[in-house]
């Protein structure tokens, strides 16, 4: 079974750190991506990247930085931990030309993050 | 300026009716559109697509229906059951853009007993 994994469900950190989200997947996808949600606000695009050591801004990457050394893994970084980065983080992938594809993104289950 | 707009935030349907959610996009380059499921704590899951080819596609329980004059497309549920409660994202996408999806708000489907 295809997947895309999250490390962490459930995250507290404190303002002022700095955190890491991680995100791999096991498909040999192209591009992946982050998003969060919010009551709302919907899904919003962060960051995503369609190779390796590639990336491109979002929607909202205020705050926000990514790395992808590896194909299968993508990780999110929020430099500076804020409050109002309290949200559902969700990380894609999708293979090469997705939007051709019948089922777009695969989803990971999601990191719950609380900054307090 | 959304692209992709879901105008019900949330909608409520007795068990064993239809359940419409509605979906309204502004770009008409969108040619591929999909509909996600998603429970709380996980993430979304694909459910269903169309190709702006097509007026409708069916699996199972759920049709989608597509109509490309008026840029509104439909997700029907018929019957609904409990386990349909979650939120619905209604999507598009450019085949020959950037091939990214462009994701609506949701809509909070309540199935009630």
């Known amino acids: 079974d295809v997947k895309v994994t999250q490390s962490s469900r459930y995250l507290v950190k404190r303002t002022g750190e700095k955190v890491f989200l991680e995100c791999v997947q096991d498909m040999d996808h192209e591009n992946m991506f982050w998003y969060r949600q919010d009551p709302g606000l919907g899904l919003r695009l962060i960051y995503f990247?369609?190779?390796?050591?590639?990336?491109e801004k979002g929607d909202i990457p205020e705050g926000y930085s990514v790395s992808r050394e590896k194909k299968e893994r993508f990780s999110l970084i929020l430099e500076s931990a804020s409050t109002n980065q309290t949200s559902m983080y969700l990380c894609a992938s999708s293979p090469a030309e997705s939007t051709s594809s019948s089922y777009g993104y695969t989803f990971g289950s999601g990191t719950r993050l609380t900054v307090v | 300026d959304q692209q992709v707009k879901q105008n019900s935030p949330s909608l409520s349907v007795q068990e064993g009716r239809i359940s419409i959610l509605n979906c309204d996009y502004t770009n008409s380059m969108f040619d591929y559109f999909l509909w996600y499921k998603k429970y709380p704590a996980e993430g979304p899951t694909f459910l269903i697509s169309?190709?702006?080819?097509?007026d409708k596609n069916e699996d199972g329980r759920f049709t989608v229906f597509l109509n490309k004059s008026a840029k509104h497309l439909s997700l029907h549920i018929v019957p609904s059951q409990p386990g349909d409660s979650a939120v619905y994202f209604c999507a598009a996408s450019d085949v020959g853009g950037d091939d990214k999806i462009i994701f609506g708000k949701g809509t909070r489907l309540h199935i009630l007993p």
């Open positions: 169309i190709s702006s080819i097509k």
């Open positions: 990247s369609y190779d390796v050591k590639m990336k």
